[in-house]
């Protein structure tokens, strides 16, 4: 059982969770892959090879896209009356330096690995998928979909809860009900993650007070939904590097 509940991350690491996925394979063992609240980009990268996908209807998967970003500071260095200028014994010396605006060719350069990249993942969902690669383009280009629509697509299997997909995977495997045990294998928290943990079982607790309290448990839920809120959002910035792209043009309610 592959449990996935992820936004997706760098080419590097969804590549090499996709290969351990093909090694079990290989062992003769098969992967049923069971998609959360979210199982898109990098998320659906790793399990594109699995036997089965199971998805919940409101499952937000796909994101079949790469995307790549260099940040120079050359324009706001320019306000500032700051430039830079140097000598270079190749077209590339200094390509990537930050106080530079990005050249043509490095921008090509660029432009091209991920074109690359972004060729690869079609191929990995259309092998996966037993699509052509056209017809994986059609779907792809990041645009995200609903499990059901994805059902539609051809790019999820079934439509399901994390049970329906472990009773799956034993029938895959030759198993009867009652002949099985599921054990949940699960990252170990680190301190700060414990100590968020432990807040939020207070928060319930307190939640959970009579009326009679007065004016105390409204501001405690109120309290307990905004850091709810917060942490709901914490919870998507998962990518190895730290990096994230933010759309300073788009308007989120």
Same mark, same amino acid.
């Given at each position: 059982?592959?449990?996935?509940?992820?936004?997706?991350?760098?080419?590097?690491?969804?590549?090499?969770?996709?290969? !351990?996925?093909?090694?079990?394979?290989?062992?003769?063992?098969?992967?049923?892959?069971?998609?959360?609240?979210?199982?898109?980009?990098?998320?659906?990268?790793?399990?594109?090879?699995?036997?089965?996908?199971?998805?919940?209807?409101?499952?937000?998967?796909?994101?079949?896209?790469?995307?790549?970003?260099?940040?120079?500071?050359?324009?706001?260095?320019?306000?500032?009356?700051?430039?830079?200028?140097?000598?270079?014994?190749?077209?590339?010396? #200094?390509?990537?330096?930050?106080?530079?605006?990005?050249?043509?060719?490095?921008?090509?350069?660029?432009?091209?690995?991920?074109?690359?990249?972004?060729?690869?993942?079609?191929?990995?969902?259309?092998?996966?998928?037993?699509?052509?690669?056209? !017809?994986?383009?059609?779907?792809?280009? #990041?645009?995200? %979909?609903? #499990?059901?629509?994805?059902?539609?697509?051809?790019?999820?299997?079934?439509?399901?809860?994390?049970?329906?997909?472990?009773?799956?995977?034993?029938?895959?495997?030759?198993?009867?009900?009652?002949?099985?045990?599921?054990?949940?294998?699960?990252?170990?928290?680190?301190?700060?993650?414990?100590?968020?943990?432990?807040?939020?079982?207070?928060?319930?607790?307190?939640?959970?007070?009579?009326?009679?309290?007065?004016?105390?448990?409204?501001?405690?839920?109120?309290?307990?939904?905004?850091?709810?809120? !917060?942490?709901?959002?914490?919870? %998507?910035?998962?990518?190895?590097?730290?990096?994230?792209?933010?759309?300073?043009?788009?308007?989120?309610?």
């Amino acid at each position: 059982m592959l449990r996935i509940d992820s936004p997706g991350g760098s080419v590097f690491a969804s590549e090499v969770i996709r290969q !351990a996925v093909l090694d079990v394979q290989e062992a003769g063992k098969p992967v049923i892959a069971s998609y959360g609240t979210v199982a898109a980009s990098g998320g659906y990268w790793i399990s594109a090879n699995a036997d089965e996908i199971w998805a919940q209807p409101e499952t937000i998967t796909g994101s079949i896209g790469i995307f790549g970003m260099i940040v120079t500071f050359d324009q706001s260095l320019d306000m500032l009356g700051v430039h830079t200028d140097g000598v270079g014994t190749t077209r590339l010396a #200094g390509a990537f330096d930050l106080t530079r605006p990005l050249s043509p060719m490095v921008a090509d350069l660029v432009q091209s690995s991920i074109e690359h990249g972004y060729g690869k993942f079609l191929s990995i969902v259309a092998e996966g998928r037993s699509m052509s690669v056209e !017809a994986v383009d059609a779907v792809a280009q #990041g645009r995200v %979909w609903s #499990g059901e629509t994805a059902l539609e697509l051809g790019l999820v299997d079934h439509l399901g809860g994390l049970d329906d997909a472990v009773k799956a995977a034993a029938q895959k495997a030759g198993l009867e009900e009652g002949d099985y045990g599921v054990r949940h294998v699960q990252e170990q928290l680190d301190p700060f993650e414990n100590l968020i943990v432990e807040i939020l079982e207070q928060a319930q607790v307190r939640g959970m007070l009579p009326d009679n309290m007065g004016q105390t448990v409204p501001v405690v839920a109120d309290i307990q939904g905004r850091f709810m809120t !917060a942490m709901e959002e914490l919870q %998507w910035l998962k990518d190895p590097k730290g990096a994230y792209a933010i759309c300073m043009h788009c308007k989120v309610n």
